[in-house]
């Protein structure tokens, strides 16, 4: 255990918090660079891939990812110029609020026009965000008591996908804001994810395939992962992100303790590399020379953040010790990038979809926002937490 001595947990918090105001830092040229160095067109950046920008529509279900970096970056710094830059790209969404063929209305909106109503107040991204919500609740069929994730193809009649868990964000915000009845849409979507998605020791499927008029289930499949019974590093991610979020949203202790054995298995997983960044799956053969997936680290490290604000003692510790080490990790010369390099993406080495052959080794828009809302709640920690299980938090990256 580490000193509990006042001097040393002084000193190991200025340690990380230099840590964090040097990465923020970074990121801040990291970003400057991309924009002055890379035309757009009226499309949002997504990856780099052999040494090319790729850009997505908006209808890309990545596409909220980019301009809600820059709100984090305008929170992170206070520069107009941030802001100036996240309203323009994030203006570029809007349409999407009547997007009823996507279940990441969630992921484009809540990441754009969410927090720039939380950092702006502008009224004109609460009705875009309504709306958004509105037509993210169209995809949910009370027989099934899910949001349909992917329309009906490859076999399944009605795909749902762990993912769509971070989707529900949007869902208890409107609730929240004037469409309460989405309140209930959102808990259905969690409880029935909460009932079949999971395994006895806390892993999740990929894709749960319905019967959409009986809402049996017909299949436990995935798409991303090494297999249908492994554990998808971002799969496991998304979960624990997504059961943490729902327990700030509704107080329901189910989802607090859903979150908390989802925890453990990442934790306590045998084979986490040391450094605490998955690989891209928990059972993909080939470990340790398996490609690892920043991506899903920066996801947990966020998640893991926001869990311990719900727990006490040696369990908050716990998961504040492994976020920060995962922070770490990801701010060290192992994956973030130089001013100038990986196309001006902060994080490297992530993993998008191996199996289909899809983003390997590279730089991902998502990574980057998980990573940067990581460092600000990290430092929202540092100012506000008290007590010896903080102190020892910071005390073990000393």
Not at 306 to 330: C, I
Not at 342 to 355: E, K, S, V, W
Request: charged letters at 20%; glycine letters at 8%.
């Amino acid at each position: 255990m580490p000193s509990a001595d006042p001097a040393a947990l002084k000193a190991a918090r200025q340690t990380v918090s230099d840590l964090l105001e040097l990465t923020l830092w970074a990121a801040d040229k990291q970003y400057s660079w991309l924009l002055d160095h890379h035309s757009f067109d009226g499309r949002l950046p997504r990856t780099f891939v052999k040494g090319e920008l790729v850009t997505v529509e908006t209808t890309d279900w990545t596409s909220g990812f980019f301009p809600g970096s820059l709100w984090y970056l305008y929170e992170a710094t206070g520069k107009e110029a941030w802001r100036s830059a996240a309203t323009r790209y994030t203006a570029l969404l809007e349409a999407e609020q009547f997007n009823c063929s996507n279940h990441d209305v969630g992921f484009m909106l809540n990441c754009s026009c969410g927090n720039g109503l939380r950092l702006t107040g502008d009224p004109a991204y609460r009705r875009i965000l309504l709306n958004g919500a509105k037509s993210l609740s169209s995809r949910f069929k009370p027989s099934v008591g899910c949001i349909m994730s992917w329309d009906p193809h490859n076999g399944w009649e009605y795909p749902v996908i762990i993912d769509n868990m971070m989707n529900l964000e949007l869902l208890l915000w409107a609730a929240r804001s004037g469409m309460p009845e989405l309140h209930a849409i959102a808990e259905h979507h969690a409880d029935t994810t909460l009932r079949n998605h999971f395994r006895p020791d806390g892993s999740s499927f990929h894709v749960i395939d319905y019967d959409a008029a009986s809402g049996a289930v017909r299949a436990r499949q995935t798409f991303q992962g090494a297999g249908d019974s492994s554990a998808w590093s971002r799969g496991q991610a998304w979960g624990l992100y997504g059961f943490t979020m729902m327990y700030r949203g509704t107080g329901q202790l189910a989802y607090l303790e859903h979150a908390r054995k989802i925890a453990g298995f990442i934790i306590h997983h045998p084979r986490m590399p040391t450094d605490l960044i998955p690989y891209w799956d928990f059972d993909v053969p080939g470990i340790p020379n398996a490609p690892r997936d920043s991506s899903a680290a920066a996801i947990m490290c966020s998640a893991l953040f926001e869990l311990a604000r719900f727990v006490d003692g040696p369990e908050r510790h716990k998961y504040q010790a492994f976020a920060l080490q995962q922070l770490r990790s990801l701010a060290g010369p192992d994956y973030f990038a130089k001013v100038g390099e990986n196309g001006g993406f902060l994080l490297r080495h992530a993993t998008g979809a191996l199996p289909l052959g899809i983003e390997l080794d590279v730089p991902l828009n998502y990574a980057d926002y998980y990573f940067l809302e990581a460092l600000l709640r990290a430092q929202a920690l540092l100012s506000t937490s008290e007590g010896q299980d903080a102190g020892n938090a910071t005390a073990s990256l000393a």
